[in-house]
Each structure stands twice: as structure tokens, then as C-alpha cells.
């Protein structure tokens, strides 16, 4: 079917960046939206950014000026740039994406594994 995988966490301390990527591959037709969400510990899951197929994003109020979402629609990939990074960021950072297997067919939401942040000096 469709598989996401992400790359580009690590260790990273206060005040750096981080860039992520995540590439979809399989039976796609097309993708609409996608986007990042993260899991700290001891905490539910929550949303990242988001971007549509046109460009459009939102952000989560506590990444807001740090974070930047953008996606190659050529590549099939969404990326998540990460600047000023705090402590507060650690979490397993997870992509998704709106995908259309077949023409005609309504779209599926797909998750990647997820790829851990660490912020620690």
C-alpha cells in the first residue's frame, strides 16, 4: 500500500535545529494534506503543523516562529525545519499524509513510525 518514512532526528541541544523529512511511497495517485505531530512522554499525542496539497499551513501556538513546515509535491516528501529548539520539544515526532491510491477512490490517512527529537544539553 503506501508507506511513510521519516528521517533526521537525533540529539540536538537548546537553541539548534533540527531539519526532518518524510517521504511517502507505494500506490499513490495523489496527497492532499500532511503534516507532524509528536508524542513527549507522558503525554498524548499532539499536532505539530499541517500543510496542504496548495501550501496552505497551520502551526501549533508553541511552534509558532520556530517551526517550518513546506513539502516537494515532485518528491512525495514533507519536511519540518526546526530552529530554536527547547527541552520542551523532545518528543517522537510522527508525519502523515492524505493520500489517493487509486483515481476516483476517496483519500486514506497514513502515519509514519516516527523519528525521535531529543533536546538536552
Known amino acids: 500500500q503506501v508507506q511513510l518514512v521519516e528521517s533526521g532526528g537525533g540529539l540536538v541541544q537548546p537553541g539548534g535545529s533540527l531539519r526532518l523529512s518524510c517521504t511517502a511511497s507505494?500506490?499513490?495517485?495523489?496527497?492532499?494534506?500532511m503534516g507532524w505531530h509528536r508524542q513527549a512522554p507522558g503525554k498524548q499525542r499532539e499536532l505539530v503543523a499541517t500543510?496542504?496539497?496548495?501550501?496552505?499551513?497551520k502551526y501549533a501556538d508553541s511552534v509558532k516562529g520556530r517551526f517550518t513546515i513546506s513539502r516537494d509535491n515532485a518528491k512525495n516528501t514533507v519536511y519540518l525545519q526546526m530552529n530554536s529548539l527547547k527541552p520542551e520539544d523532545t518528543a517522537v515526532y510522527y508525519c502523515?499524509?492524505?493520500?489517493?491510491?487509486?483515481?476516483?477512490?476517496?483519500?486514506?490517512?497514513?502515519w509514519g513510525q516516527g523519528t525521535q527529537v531529543t533536546v538536552s544539553s
Open positions: 502523515n499524509a492524505d493520500v489517493r491510491i487509486i483515481r476516483g477512490l476517496s483519500r486514506n490517512d497514513y
Open positions: 507505494g500506490s499513490i495517485f495523489s496527497i492532499g494534506a
Open positions: 500543510i496542504t496539497s496548495g501550501g496552505s499551513t
